[in-house]
């Protein structure tokens, strides 16, 4: 008995110290592993490695940014970027994870509304001290720059932005006997020429659409265009401003022409790519981002046909606004080697990569530069897109109002489904985002 | 001597028992119930994982009960999926059992194919469904359009949304199928011939009943497991249906 409790004894003392060498020598790697990049600050040619974190996977994308990395890489000799893809569902969840454990990737791409947000809870890195005296804000947009500051000091650098443009089948709208070269510039037109362009059974069976605002474009980018207000922005919540009441009974009053079963029923076949309504011909007029060019250009047979124009106005002399949103690109708060992650961001906004990207990903860019470039700006609907910048908002989330669309977009639900006017739902939202926003300034 | 004596005995075993017992112990203690408990403290206070944990009181479930507009209508859309889904799997699933617990040739075929469902998942199953059930040319609604039913837009009509979620997971009870019929061959043949003797009838009917008294611990734990995955099981609709 008493040979077997030593024995295990022993046995215990063995496995519990083996534990703890290796642990010590993991701690060891570490020690070294952080070592060299001392060393490479202070001259020593020893390479600092980086963990960039995407969600470019795609086909598409994945080749244009693995391209500008190695670049990269090419051009100096002391940082070596290593590109980690990670599903747009799981890339922020998990660097907050990395951010919390206090092992966080060197950059990543984020959302460009809510730089501020992540400055204020920790979780990003100000850039204060790497950028210096140099002028780096005067390469980007300003309004994307702004978006980067928290109390003054950015903490992200732009990286990509959107707008949102009118697509216009012209083959269809030739068919309907509408002029193919007068896209639809008021609400009011836009109504009248889907009208012409619907192909509706007798029965109410939609077999080709004009247009739909929810279906075709989205309400929130209805209620903004009519004003011009973001839902909420730093001077207050703007929900129920009287232009967004009448944009959201202009958006129903489609639905009860229409009618609700009509358009489930329409939208319940449709996909992407060759399974888009716009793509399939089914659909005469489209609002989407000008990337949805790529599908058009890759999937529809003749892409001279499609147009490209501004949003239509709510009504003559209240603007085609339209809004955006984009990414940054920056250094997880806690990162190992922020001078050298600034580094390779300040590559990723310059000209060189910036123009990469927009050629071949077919992106509006925040680098004010390879934007405009010439070479990039003969594409015609490039250049669309480029021009309609100028009528749209980018408007980071306020501090105090981080989730306010889980007020908004139940009671707007309400009102597409028939159980609420827009003013009561409209009224409403605007009431809980303004009692958010007092509650968390306090 | 004594004092040794019942050290070296009783208490060494304790001792032995308790540290076989601690792995599990120290995972339920770090990876259970701490988890637990510093969550329900966190509920209590405005934290972010990164940068603040003040206490703010009841002001988290104020605006869970009182402002959060999706709330009760959550509750309510799972509380009905429960109650429907329940007795609707638990009934169907001993049905096919008992059907697939005859003995006639082929059965492996049939039980097979009943299984198969569960077996697939994910994605490619729920993209199916979409073509399945779409309002035009889905195998469903056309089936309904032979006997002059205009079928309805299951994944798009908020009233049909919930019953198309219930209808497509009946298509893969499987796995509650496979362990009913697992229990009811565990039923000796004895009962059966016992049952035949005392004047049952035919044979299907007699069973619930022996197979009930056989084998009651199992339904419960079954029964629990499956409530507690309904009320769980949300993420998989909303997937499907978002």
């Known amino acids: 008995m008493k040979a077997v409790k030593r024995t295990s004894l022993a046995l215990l003392t063995l496995t519990l110290s083996a534990g703890a060498v290796l642990a010590g020598c993991s701690s060891k790697n570490d020690a070294s592993g952080s ?19 995407t969600f470019w996977g795609s086909t598409t994308r994945r080749p244009i940014i693995e391209k500008i990395i190695s670049d990269f890489n090419a051009s100096q000799d002391h940082i070596v970027v290593k590109h980690t893809y990670l599903p747009w569902g799981d890339i922020w969840t998990k660097e907050l994870a990395q951010v919390a454990a206090g092992n966080p990737p060197d950059v990543i791409v984020n959302d460009i509304s809510t730089v501020a947000q992540r400055a204020q809870k920790n979780q990003n890195t100000n850039l204060k001290s790497f950028i210096g005296s140099e002028d780096i804000k005067s390469r980007f947009f300003p309004e994307l720059w702004n978006t980067t500051l928290y109390k003054g000091d950015a903490y992200a650098l732009p990286f990509t932005t959107d707008t949102r443009v009118m697509f216009y089948n012209k083959a269809l709208f030739k068919e309907a006997g509408l002029d193919p070269n007068k896209p639809p510039a008021t609400w009011d037109e836009l109504a009248a020429d889907a009208k012409k362009l619907d192909k509706i059974g007798s029965d109410g069976k939609i077999e080709r659409l004009g247009f739909e605002p929810n279906l075709a474009a989205g309400w929130d980018l209805f209620l903004v265009n009519s004003d011009g207000l973001a839902f909420v922005d730093d001077k207050g919540a703007h929900i129920n401003t009287p232009s967004k009441i009448d944009a959201l009974n202009y ?46 250009r890759d999937f529809y047979p003749k892409k001279e046909d499609i147009g490209i124009a501004p949003l239509p106005e709510f009504k003559p002399g209240t603007g085609h606004n339209s809004v955006g949103g984009g990414f940054v690109v920056e250094i997880p708060k806690g990162a190992k080697h922020p001078k050298e992650s600034y580094e390779f961001m300040k590559y990723l ?32 609907v490039y250049k669309a897109t480029v021009d309609n910048l100028k009528y749209t908002k980018v408007t980071p989330v306020p501090l105090n109002a981080p989730d306010f669309r889980n007020l908004l977009n139940p009671e707007v639900d309400a009102v597409l489904l028939g159980k609420e006017s827009p003013k009561d739902a409209l009224d409403k939202a605007q009431a809980a985002v303004e009692n958010l926003m007092k509650q968390n300034t306090k | 001597m004594n004092r040794k004596k019942g050290f070296s005995l009783e208490r060494r075993e304790k001792a032995w ?132 039913i205009h079928g309805p837009a299951w994944l798009t009509d ?73 009320f769980s099981d949300f993420p998989g609709g909303l997937r499907h249906v978002g």
């Open chain 1, 349 to 380: 906004t310059d000209v060189a990569a910036q123009k990469y990207w927009a050629q071949y990903n077919f992106d509006n860019v925040a680098n004010i530069q390879a934007s405009n470039d010439p070479e990039l700006q003969k594409d015609p």
């Open chain 1, 35 to 53: 070592a060299p990049s001392s060393g490479a600050s202070s001259g020593k040619q020893e390479k600092v490695t980086l963990d960039f974190w």
């Open chain 2, 17 to 148: 028992g308790y540290l076989f017992v601690s792995p599990w112990v120290f995972g339920f203690l770090v990876f259970t119930a701490g988890p637990l408990l510093f969550s329900l403290y966190a509920s209590f206070t405005n934290y972010d994982i990164t940068s603040q944990m003040d206490w703010i009181g009841l002001r988290n479930f104020h605006r869970m009960f009182k402002e959060d507009p999706l709330f009760w209508i959550s509750l309510k859309n799972t509380l009905f999926y429960v109650v429907l889904m329940v007795p609707l799997t638990t009934l169907s699933s001993v049905t096919i059992a008992v059907l697939l617990n005859v003995k006639i040739p082929g059965m492996r075929l049939f039980r097979t194919m009943f299984y198969l469902p569960s077996v697939l998942s994910g994605v490619g199953v729920y993209l199916l469904w979409m073509q399945i059930l779409n309002p035009e040319s889905g195998l469903v609604n056309r089936i309904l359009a032979f006997i002059g």
């Open chain 1, 251 to 296: 958006i129903k009053s489609w639905e009860d022409r229409l009618g609700k079963k009509n358009l489930d029923a329409f939208q319940a076949g449709f996909g992407s790519k060759q399974n888009d309504p716009f793509i399939s011909g089914k659909l005469a007029i489209k609002i989407d981002v000008g990337t949805f060019w790529t599908q058009i």
């Open chain 2, 158 to 230: 908020p009233n049909w949304t919930k019953p198309a979620i219930i209808f497509m997971k009946m298509w893969s009870i499987g796995g509650g199928m496979l362990m009913y019929l697992a229990s009811l061959q565990g039923v000796p043949e004895q009962l059966y011939e016992a049952a035949e003797i005392d004047g049952a009838g035919a044979r299907l009917p007699q069973i619930p009943q022996h197979h009930a008294a056989h084998d009651q611990s199992g339904h419960l734990f079954r029964d629990c497991h499956r409530l507690d995955r309904r």
